[in-house]
């Protein structure tokens, strides 16, 4: 009989000598012809053992009573101090506080205590818009008395532009006709002509610098920019 190893170092078969493989199925050789036009199922031995139903083991004992005799050396056995300290009950952890009762007991001044204005306001539920629409056209307040303050009357002014700010210019804006009659000059159409550059396999080289770059100096405002901020100065 063949080993797991021989049956594994065999090569595995040419499947491409069949003409008609099915292109869903990797068949070790093609199915046989079925004239049913629906497929048949076959159950592997470890799915129809997992069909059947759980079989009561042969060990089982169903001739035991419900009633259980007590030896005589279980009825006169006495716990050890191991077992007494078990058998205790859990005592709460430091710092646990019962649940409060549902019906406290209330001393005299909670009974006696008589609720502000305040908290009978709080107390009243919310009142939908209409409601309230409803009582403050119903209430005889009058709105003649109330005067606002300095300081609401500055806040209620709508905040000013700042004197520098420009705002946004229209898309469609009038073009001037001396701007339509401008000719540029020879000093801008040169600055307007973007300057030749070599391609890569030209012979360009994109880290060559200029003399004109090596011989500048940094004006003081550029010196001031290049410092880093004050607060990340560390004297030595």
């Known amino acids: 009989m063949a080993t797991r190893i021989d049956r594994l170092a065999q090569p595995k078969p040419n499947l491409l000598k069949f003409p008609d493989r099915r292109s869903v199925y990797w068949l070790d050789q093609l199915p046989a012809k079925s004239n049913s036009s629906t497929t048949a199922f076959d159950l592997t031995p470890q799915w129809f053992q997992l069909t059947q139903s759980k ?27 191991r077992v007494c300290a078990l058998a205790l009950p859990r005592m709460p952890a430091d710092g646990w506080q019962p649940d409060r009762p ?12 008589m609720a502000n204005t305040r908290i009978c306001q709080l107390a009243q539920p919310k009142m939908s818009c209409s409601t309230m629409t409803q009582t403050c056209s119903s ?22 532009h700042h004197p520098q700010y420009s705002p946004d210019r229209p898309v469609s804006s009038p073009v001037t006709r001396c701007v339509l009659e401008a000719v540029a ?5 040169m600055l307007a002509t973007p300057k030749p550059r070599k391609p890569l396999f030209e012979g360009f080289d994109p880290y060559k610098v200029s003399s004109a770059a090596r011989a500048a100096t940094a004006s003081p405002r550029l010196q001031e920019l290049a410092l880093p901020p004050t607060r990340r100065c560390r004297t030595k």
């Open 55 to 81: 079989k009561l083991s042969t060990q089982l004992d169903n001739s035991r009573s419900p009633e259980w005799k007590v030896s005589a050396a279980a009825l006169k056995a006495c716990p050890s101090e």
């Open 185 to 189: 000059s020879e000093r801008l159409e």
């Open 102 to 113: 549902l019906l406290p007991i209330l001393n005299k001044t909670v009974k006696t205590a």
């Open 139 to 160: 209430s005889e307040i009058s709105l003649s008395s109330a005067k606002p303050s300095s300081r609401t009357h500055i806040l209620a002014k709508p905040k000013q």
